[in-house]
């Protein structure tokens, strides 16, 4: 029907199976649908023990034909069908083939749970993992419980694998849930004894072997096998839907009792007698779409012969007859029958349709049914009954259950702008649990409060429910851009406010520098440190170059302390030429006025009053260490000395 390969989930790098229906039956309503009711099915389902379904959808087929391929998106397996295991002949230890079906009957009892009947449980739909783990698939003739009746009879169609049709599957008649039962009873004989419960020479064959004969015990074909798994088996294969287990969790109960030991007291089903004159038994041939009904008759046995009796025999039945007649009127006056008691069975945690059920073997009624909370007991269990179990009670008398509905719904609280700490807290008082933390940046929450939670507050949740929480961060830092040393004021102000930062918390602070006034020379914080968008920023703006004071008739030692004080070097230079008093500055260079870079030279001349200069005479020619814009009128009398000593004259 469909082929299947090996796939690789790009998205979220895991390996997947894709199942894609074939190219011949992609174009026939009747497979899309199987198809589609596949996905729909599965995908409903979550369970260990059943193959996940992602996703699916449909492609164009890539032969040129147009047409629609759908596909499905599902769980990889790594391992093996139970067919292959079987094909290879080797023997399956009973307390393995138990736990397998244990396992399949797990995820049946779920499915049924859910509303879907697999209806086609067979070796080769059942995985076994690298690890043994059970995985059971292909729900594509699955059915949800309330139109499997409508559509089998509908279609008159039986769709399914001969050797593991149930009896009512076979007759083409409703199903239900103990019918994937049946089908699993036939498993687990096959896992036992290696060969299906049923042969035959085709299809029909075996299903009219499914309808009319008993199946031998497992331990005809391999003696070492207990009675009570023998029990276990033939319950699973009775005909009647009665007679069999009610559920697939019950079958599984005496299955994990039986491996863990304790007693399991199953006996099997009656074993109907077959009628002198069988009617017809319709059996419907399975197929793939659509199923022809053939009628398979037994042959009546010829007893149509009376023997003749003579008088004698007539006249002692006929004394026979008033005898029984006399019994039956003076029976009940003279011995007053006892009634009918039977024992109440043991009810608590089953499943209500389990204890309906077992009720119904008793002989008994189900009386008024309560639900009440419980934090024990698991919801749709039976909490107890009244009568209780081992009391006796009449036949039909009715039993009242109490069936749990889980532990009570919780409010979830509203922890939204709460502290992380008080939010932990809050949750794990309401009976929660807290989920995954994660953390983000917020300019609206402050740091270590919830933003959100994934579960609303004031919604109702089952206990133990984890509610995550996304927590503040703080606002998210802002880096202080380095564009704004260089610029203007403003320029640097609306850099820092395009920034994220805000105006009021800006301001400015003038700095001595050689830049032009006005001009930001650096920034506090520094460029490039992560900072809240609340940070107070301080711009340094240069108060621009500085002006050279005007000295010219100053004493020397007042000249040089305001050139310094302007952060220039002053450079003292000797007039012996003038006739100003000694030790007053009679010029410099540069004029006082001009802009000059900080640490940069000035020049003083100051007069000697037309003594030679303090201290020896150089050598060179001091023409040489003056400007040449110096008064040409002084250069020959001029001596030279920097910052902190002083010039000597030359004469």
Known sequence: MAEVRKGTDTRLGRVVAIKRLRTDLASDATFQARFRREAQSAASLNHPAVVAVYDTGEERASDGSGVSQPYIVMEYVAGRTLRDVLREGRKILPERALEITSGVLSALDYSHR???IHRDIKPGNVMLTASGDVKVMDFGIARAISDAAS???QTAAVVGTAQYLSPEQARGETVDSRSD????GCLLYELLTGRPPFVGDSPVAVAYQHVREQPTPPSDHDTALPPEVDAMVLKALAKRVEDRYQSAGAMRRDI???LAGRPVAVAPPPRAAAPKHAAPVPVAEPTGA????????????DDDQRPRTGLWVLLGLLVVALLVAGWFLVKDSLFPPAPDQVQVPTLVS??????RAQLATSELSVGAVDREYDDQVDAGLVISSDPTAEDYVDVGTSVDLVVSLGPEDVEVPDVTRARLADAKRQIKQAGLTVGAVKREFSADVAKNRVISQGVPGGSSEQPGTAVPLVVSKGEQPIAIPPGV?????????????????????IST?????DEDAGTVVGVSPDVGEQVSSDTEITLLVSDGPELVPNVVGLRQSVAEQRIRDRGFNPVVRYDETSTEAAGRVTDQIPSSGEPLAQGSDVNIFVSTGGAAPPGDTPTEDPTTDLPTDAPTARNSGVGLTGNPGRGRGRG
Do not use: K, R
């Open 290 to 301: 659509t199923g022809t009904t053939t009628a398979v008759t037994s042959d009546p046995t």
């Open 256 to 258: 994990e009792s039986y």
């Open 350 to 355: 089953m499943t209500e349709d389990d204890a």
């Open 485 to 505: 040393v260089g610029q203007s004021t403003d320029s640097a102000i609306d850099i820092l406010t395009g920034a994220g930062f805000s105006e009021g918390n």
């Open 509 to 513: 602070q003038e700095t001595d520098s």
């Open 151 to 153: 559509s089998v009879t």
């Open 181 to 184: 039962v049946y089908s699993a």
């Open 114 to 116: 859910a509303g879907i």
